[in-house]
């Protein structure tokens, strides 16, 4: 520390389960509101080691990277601004209600473990959110691309796009075919392409998000949505 700035030119240390984390970062502790830059770049770490709150499944396995950029006055929020990028590859989630109900519902046993082979999304913050400019996740037969906002509250405004191979369009359309022909996803075909894809915005709060998955026109937590459309009695 030099004169109430506190510059820190290597920050190195262990980071989620393993993983490396290096960086740099600057406080001047002498000005109003303390202004602050920080960059940090994660590599190698594993996302079993997050919390158990921020995790889908009882069982995570997978590998991170990424990078955050951030600067601001540490005593106003509102100030934030930087942005980053985080990397995900061969991730598997087992041992969740969600997947169990899933995996009853189609059919189809192998849904009780989720399997992806990469995501990344890439963000910026200012002004109290995070906007999402590109989130994709793509697995063996299924993709999904997003964008939106996450306010710091945990509102959110998400436009989110799923695309299914044909093996992946037939396990859903068995699943909505129990469904009232009205309330049925409405997957459709991509030009030129086996996908099909069906859009869907999301809205709600972080610890609920909220969806029209079924075109019906009201926004319902997603998870009441999901176990709603998999737990369905045939249609009539």
Not at 64 to 83: D, K, M, N, P
Not at 118 to 126: G, H, K, N, P, R
Not at 147 to 171: C, K, M, S
Request: net charge negative; with cysteine; hydrophobic share 45%.
């Amino acid at each position: 520390m030099q004169n109430g700035a506190l510059r820190l030119p290597a920050i190195t240390g262990d980071f989620l389960g393993g993983g490396e984390l290096t960086g740099q970062a600057d406080v001047d502790l002498t000005r109003p509101g303390v202004p602050f830059k920080i960059d940090l770049t994660v590599k190698g770490g594993h996302l079993g080691a997050l919390p158990k709150a921020l995790l889908p499944a009882d069982e995570v396995r997978g590998d991170v990277e990424g990078r955050l950029a951030l600067s601001g006055y540490a005593e106003a929020l509102e100030t934030l601004q930087g942005g980053g990028l985080i990397r995900c590859a061969d991730i598997t989630a087992a041992r969740s209600p969600d997947l169990d109900v899933a995996a009853a519902g189609a059919g189809e046993e192998k849904l009780k473990e989720l399997a992806v082979d990469s995501a990344a999304a890439l963000f910026q913050i200012a002004h109290r959110v995070v906007a999402v400019r590109d989130l994709t996740v793509k697995s063996e037969h299924a993709m999904l691309r997003a964008l939106g906002q996450v306010a710091f509250d945990g509102r959110l405004n998400i436009n989110a796009r799923l695309y299914l191979t044909p093996e992946a369009l037939g396990v859903a359309q068995r699943v909505e075919s129990r469904l009232p022909p009205e309330q049925r996803l409405g997957f459709r075909a991509l030009e030129d392409t086996d996908w099909h894809y069906r859009d869907t915005l999301v809205r709600g709060t972080a610890g609920q998000p909220a969806a029209d998955l079924r075109g019906t026109g009201e926004l319902r937590p997603l998870r009441d949505e999901i176990q709603a459309l998999f737990a369905a009695e045939p249609a009539g």
